[in-house]
Every structure is written in structure tokens, then in C-alpha cells.
């Protein structure tokens, strides 16, 4: 049965399927709405997916099992240990090698039938368009708001739909943005977040932490999405936010509407600025008022009066943290509630995990008068990797 809000299909279907297809396909081919002529058109898709990470892992598993033919893979990163609690995609084996290699094996080993194109680049604006000129349809999985705009942008200028996913803690969202979609139905990315969040408002997985399994649920949505653009089944989330909560076990659909005051979009830009990882409030502080993981070592080591504070949660306190350092985290510092407690008269150095939260943290502790205040140049990773090897890092 299909929807009246059903899209036209994005693909043409393959001239046929081979003998060995129909037996490895069967359960779709013997679904009414799919069929041997969505499984054609399923053979005949490119389909690029951005990331072989938390998301990109089941979606491309689970695309490469669902026979779309041609699969492209943006990645330049590495595996690690850490990736392996939601990264399904890879294994322990794999850690140290090239996640696109890595990911590569797995799809073939699924399913060999398939071309698996390796784009071993960081998405920029200088390739990017191109790139998705090549491709029927683009998956984001990426985690960072800068490389989220330019996957929307470069998608509306090569006139290409986008299936969206972001997780985080125990939630995650899905919507499909497309700016040429027919019937007037165009929307993207900008439209529902026109401006990217303030920085250091909403962490990354890595500084806020993911449930593992958040990644198939909303991958798997994902690849649901996908599939039924590109045969033209069902009613995809164009123009709706799908709102998935972990705990709660709730699914809620909040629909979305084309921005009246949007700007067309022209040209790409530099997502970095655009988005700001660090404030220009705490960019600002953190000049000349930014010490090395050694250089701190150098000034406790020689008893140098410094009251170290870790700006971290409590959960991340728990796991590892500097010796002798206090914990304050960084939103009582930012409400001022915290300011009493601490020291008037001694240097403070502030550390979280990578560098990011204690620069906004500094930023306030300098409004309010701690001059001789600092903030350490990238956190307790730092630390872990340059003073004190036995550390864990997480």
C-alpha cells in the first residue's frame, strides 16, 4: 500500500537480477511494495555514507545487506579501542588501521556483489560538492555541527537528498532534507536549525558519552529512510524530525516547516567559524593564559603555589583525574555559584577532558576578576598521554 506523501523513486531499476540475487534477496522480493523492481533499483543505487563511525557502522552494514549496489565511505580516521562499544562496523583487530579499510572488509564480507568506493578524505568545502554529484543519495552520520552544515549545504547544491542522523547520551533524531524534493515539499538542515548552537552548549559524544546501542537503533532508521527513497516506497521523514528516547523507549515525530526567512544558499563557507568550536569569550581568555600538560608538571613538581580545578562532571571525575585537583564543573563556574569557593589569593589552572569546556570556564572566571587564573591546553587527555602514561583515557 502506498502513501500519498510517497516520493517518486530515486533510481531506475537494473536491467535484471541474477539467479544468485534472487535467492540472496527473496524476503524483499516477496514483499509487495518492494519486489523485484525495488530490488533492481536498490542494485542500481550509489549511495555515499559520511563516517564509518557510530552511525555509519550498522547503516552501511545494513545497506551493503540490502544489495544497494554502489557504496561510497568519507573517512580518514583511524580505529580505536574505544570506537568498539558502538562502532559494530570494526573490530579489535582493526584498531590502529584505517577505519575505511576496516569497514570495507566487513561490507564485502556481508556482500560481495557490491562496489565499495573509499573516499580516505576529510569532508571540505573544495570537494565536497563534487563528491555528492557522483551519488544518488548521501547519509550523514557525522558528530559535529561544522561538518553537518556542509553536508547540508554541498547536498542543496548538487541537488541531492540527505538521510540525517544525530545521537547523544540516550537520544537521538532522523529527518531527510532535500531542497529540490518535488510538490513544493523542499526543506533542509537550516530550516531547523537555521544558526549552529553556541559553542560548548551541546557536547560531543566524546565529552558527553553515547549509549552504544542508540547507534543501531537510529542507523537502522536511517537505512529505512534510505530505502524507501530510493525505491519510491512509503512516507519518508521529509519535513519531520523523528525524536527517539532510550530510556523512555518513546518515538515522537515533530513536524518541520520550511523556514519563510531563509536565506538561499550560494556558496559554501568555513563551517569551523560558522559553527566555533570554543567562544570567542573563552578563545579570548585562553591567550596567553593557556599552560602544557609539562608545564603544569614542571609547577607542582617545583611546589609552586597552583590550585588545580577539574571543570569535568562528576562521572568523568570518576573514571580519572589529576592528582590533588578539585572538582567544580564548569556550569556552577558559569552561573557564579561556585565563584566563592574558590581561591582569591592563589594561581588557579582549570582542566577538563580536551581543553573546550575549561576555556569557557576561564572566560568567566576572568569576568569576575581571577586574573592570574589559567586553563589547561588539551585537558586530561593531555595529561594522560604527555605527564602520566598509566592514566586511563576515555
Known amino acids: 500500500m502506498s502513501s500519498t506523501k510517497s516520493l517518486p523513486p530515486l533510481v531506475e531499476p537494473a536491467a535484471e537480477l541474477t539467479r544468485d540475487e534472487v535467492a540472496r534477496y527473496s524476503r524483499h522480493l516477496i514483499i509487495p511494495d518492494l519486489g523485484v523492481d525495488g530490488q533492481k533499483r536498490l542494485k542500481n543505487a550509489k549511495v555515499l555514507v559520511i563516517g564509518a563511525g557510530g552511525l555509519g557502522s550498522p547503516a552501511l552494514l545494513y545497506l551493503a545487506a540490502a544489495g544497494v549496489g554502489t557504496l561510497g565511505i568519507v573517512e580518514f580516521d583511524e580505529v580505536d579501542a574505544s570506537n568498539l562499544q558502538r562502532q559494530i562496523i570494526h573490530g579489535e583487530s582493526d584498531i590502529g588501521r584505517s577505519k575505511a579499510d576496516s569497514a570495507r572488509d566487513s561490507i564485502l564480507e556481508i556482500n560481495s556483489g557490491i562496489t565499495v568506493n573509499l573516499h580516505k578524505i576529510r569532508l571540505e568545502p573544495e570537494n565536497a560538492i563534487e563528491l555528492f554529484r557522483d551519488y544518488d543519495l548521501i547519509v550523514d552520520g557525522t558528530d559535529n555541527f561544522a561538518t553537518r552544515y556542509l553536508v547540508n549545504d554541498a547536498a542543496v547544491l548538487a541537488g541531492k537528498p540527505y538521510v540525517w542522523g544525530s545521537i547523544y547520551r540516550f537520544?537521538?533524531?532522523?529527518?531527510?532534507?532535500?531542497?529540490?524534493?518535488?510538490?513544493?515539499?523542499?526543506?533542509?538542515?537550516?530550516?531547523?536549525?537555521?544558526?549552529?548552537?553556541?559553542?560548548?552548549?551541546?557536547?560531543?559524544?566524546?565529552?558527553?558519552?553515547?549509549?552504544?546501542?542508540?547507534?543501531?537503533?537510529?542507523?537502522?532508521?536511517?537505512?529505512?529512510?534510505?530505502?524507501?527513497?530510493?525505491t519510491g516506497m512509503g512516507d519518508p521523514l521529509l519535513g519531520r524530525l523523528m525524536v527517539y528516547d532510550a530510556l523512555d523507549m518513546t518515538y515522537r515525530t515533530i513536524k518541520l516547516r520550511r523556514d519563510p526567512d531563509r536565506q538561499p544558499i550560494t556558496e559554501l563557507i568555513d563551517y569551523d567559524a560558522f559553527c566555533g568550536v570554543v567562544s570567542e569569550e573563552g578563545q579570548a581568555a585562553a591567550i596567553g593564559s593557556t599552560v602544557t600538560a609539562r608545564e603544569l608538571k614542571d609547577m607542582l613538581d617545583a611546589g609552586k603555589p597552583v590550585a588545580v580545578v577539574d571543570v569535568r562532571e562528576p562521572v568523568e571525575w570518576d573514571i580519572v583525574r589529576i592528582e590533588g585537583a578539585t572538582l567544580v564543573p564548569k556550569d556552577r563556574i558559569l552561573s557564579g555559584e561556585a565563584l566563592a569557593e574558590l581561591p582569591q589569593n592563589t594561581p588557579i589552572t582549570l582542566y577538563c577532558k580536551t581543553g573546550i569546556r575549561s576555556a569557557e570556564a576561564l572566560a568567566a572566571l576572568k569576568n569576575a576578576g581571577f586574573s592570574d587564573a589559567t586553563h589547561l591546553q588539551g585537558g586530561i587527555v593531555a595529561w594522560a598521554n604527555q605527564v602520566d602514561t598509566s592514566l586511563p583515557v576515555y
Open 171 to 230: 537520544e537521538g533524531q532522523v529527518s531527510v532534507f532535500w531542497e529540490d524534493a518535488p510538490d513544493g515539499r523542499g526543506i533542509n538542515y537550516r530550516d531547523l536549525y537555521p544558526e549552529a548552537p553556541p559553542p560548548g552548549m551541546v557536547p560531543s559524544c566524546a565529552e558527553g558519552g553515547v549509549l552504544g546501542v542508540l547507534c543501531a537503533s537510529i542507523g537502522s532508521i536511517m537505512v529505512t529512510e534510505a530505502i524507501k527513497l530510493l
